[in-house]
């Protein structure tokens, strides 16, 4: 039996760890629970290349099979805004990716990024007052060594802080390996 909806939950792992699928997973079941349930996702991914631009592609190709009632919006950067706009009581509402909108507002493509703190308080904000439930995807990427490069260094440690303060907002924290999921927090 699957595990019940939570509010809120943060799913997060390392590239390919089965983070979407998890998420996608619990949509699904979101949309199977009710007939009147709806399911959004809110992608975050840019396509500022040909590689990009192919896996947006695919990801949405495979996203319309695995979860076809689920719609899809794109906002690579006012995400509490995008989140305080979809969320409803009868709708579950699908962030991927976290670290993705990070990039977007530390390294964007034409030049000088944002400090993340507010907009990281505004988004745990908007998980709290989030009518409906909420299923963040992100990547746990402090677990290797430590990155060469000042500005790589300051990813790492903006991303450790913005899932630090995700994981505190959620009802549920799931850290995915190999496609398993294990369960860092639970509902109370």
């Known amino acids: ?13 390392g590239q390919r760890s089965g983070k979407s699928r998890r998420a996608e997973s619990l949509a699904r079941q979101w949309l199977a629970d009710a007939a009147l349930h709806r399911a959004v996702l809110i992608a975050t991914g840019q396509p500022w290349d040909d ?63 944002v400090d993340a703190t507010r907009p990281t308080a505004a988004l745990c904000d ?5 009518p409906g439930p909420v299923v963040l995807v992100g990547n746990e990427i402090g677990l290797g060594v430590i990155p060469l490069g000042r500005e790589t260094r300051a990813f790492v440690d903006a991303l450790g802080a ?10 549920r924290v799931t850290l995915m390996a190999a496609g398993l999921p294990l369960t860092l927090k639970a509902p109370a």
Request: charged share 25%; aromatic share 2%.
């Open 1 to 13: 039996m699957a595990d019940p909806i939570a509010r809120s939950e943060f799913v997060l792992g």
């Open 51 to 113: 590689e990009m631009r192919e896996r947006i592609a695919r990801h949405q190709r495979d996203r319309a099979e695995r979860v076809p009632g689920m719609d899809t919006v794109e906002e690579p950067l006012a995400l509490a805004e995008a989140l305080a706009q979809h969320s409803a009581p009868d709708t579950l509402v699908v962030v991927d990716c976290l670290t993705l909108w990070l990039t977007n507002l530390l390294m964007p493509a034409e030049g000088a990024g």
């Open 126 to 130: 908007a998980i709290a007052a989030a």
């Open 162 to 171: 913005l899932n630090q303060a995700v994981a505190v907002a959620c009802e």
